[in-house]
């Protein structure tokens, strides 16, 4: 139950991630196309890496 859960709520972030990547990134469409799968294929630490070190920065 619990793994569902986090299962879920990994899917919801990486999606937040690549809406916001999308709708502010300044690199260009490569760059979005990029992180955008980055995230989506490491989930949890892509998010991570996303919110913490990068959002605002690209």
Known sequence: MLGR???ILGI???VWCVLD???TAKCGLIGKIL???L???LSW???AV???LLRGKI
Do not use: N, T
């Open 21 to 23: 990547i999308f709708k």
């Open 35 to 37: 992180w955008s799968v």
């Open 12 to 14: 919801v972030c990486a």
């Open 45 to 47: 630490i892509g998010f």
């Open 39 to 41: 995230v989506i294929f």
């Open 50 to 52: 996303y919110y913490f």
């Open 5 to 7: 859960i986090l299962y």
